[in-house]
């Protein structure tokens, strides 16, 4: 789940599912199966759009299809003994209890051993069928990142490495008194790139910060002069606050290092949207997005719509 396109997928995948549960000749069980999401990952897309797609199933689905919504179910699948393991302990019992409270499933310290068309076979737990199945457990190694002949991290992810600069480092055997350890005009940032002794987590907000301060390098020098580099101007990356919505006008927020601060139920879905909204770049699309909570609200979400 990275794209627009993959949410459309998943939107017609679940209509698909919900039609076939509706034909007549379809027994109870199929039914069930038809309709249980298994969701593998318990971090926070994971949780997110296990959020998203319970407050369908509780408000707009009953409605469109009154005899087999209520088969509907939805199972997070995770390797860890919990889920949403980068937040405290407090939040992320709060997040597993109201979701439990939601008829969600968690279950924990699952290995899957091998995934078929329509079954998931997990270790000591034998062989469970679902509808639809979605992989949102972490970052897979980039074949060209493997293949590059740079400095690259050892163990996990593989990811090329960077100086405090950005600048990506040369791989040892091909350091020389001539070019040094280093591509002087050759930056690296994303999930693929990681700076050295200090190793960074693979989200959107990482890499937004670098590639503003890449623009602001790349700004500082002249077609006849080099990047002007200074250990003062090296990268820092300012932690924001981690938000993830439960669902049902519920989620969990957790201050930066700087700033230690939690917050649970509505008022960190309020603090959540009002953020959001913030980041919107103009006022037509504010005032779109005004317009639209409002009519969601009182008629529901339009999910018939393309």
């Known amino acids: 789940m990275k794209h627009v396109s993959d949410a459309m997928t998943l939107r017609s995948r679940l209509f698909d599912q919900l039609e076939k549960a509706s034909l007549p000749c379809t027994t109870e069980q199929e039914k069930k199966d038809l309709l249980h999401i298994a969701i593998v990952g318990g971090g926070p897309t994971g949780v997110e759009i296990t959020a998203e797609l319970t407050d369908l199933t509780k408000r707009e689905f009953p409605e469109l299809y009154p ?3 209520h088969h509907l179910k939805i199972t997070v699948y995770d390797v860890a003994d919990h889920i949403l393991g980068m937040y405290d302990q407090q939040l992320y019992q709060h997040a597993t209890e109201k979701m439990l409270e939601k008829g969600i499933e968690i279950q924990t310290e699952s290995v899957i051993e091998k995934v078929e068309r329509g079954y998931l076979h997990i270790k000591g737990k034998g062989k469970i069928p679902y509808g639809i199945l979605l992989w949102v457990a972490g970052n897979k190694n980039v074949k060209l990142v493997e293949e590059l002949d740079v400095k690259k991290s050892e163990g996990g992810l593989v990811r090329m490495l960077t100086d405090r600069h950005l600048r990506l480092q040369r791989n040892e055997r091909n350091i020389s008194a001539a070019d040094g350890p280093i591509y002087p005009d050759v930056f690296a940032l994303g999930d693929a790139a990681d700076i050295e002794s200090d190793p960074l987590p693979t989200t959107a907000e990482v890499a937004v910060q670098k590639s503003k301060y890449i623009v602001r390098q790349l700004n500082s020098a002249t077609s006849n002069t080099q990047i002007p580099i200074s250990e003062s101007d090296a990268f820092k990356f300012d932690e924001k606050k981690q938000v993830t919505y439960i669902g049902q006008k519920d989620g969990i927020i957790e201050g930066a290092k700087a700033g230690p601060q939690t917050m649970t139920g509505a008022q960190a879905w309020m603090s959540w949207r009002a953020e959001s909204f913030g ?18 609200s009182v008629f529901g979400r339009d999910v018939n719509r393309l």
């Open 279 to 296: 980041w919107t770049r103009t006022w037509q699309v504010r005032v779109g997005i005004i317009v639209s909570t409002m009519m969601n």
């Open 67 to 69: 005899d087999v919504a």
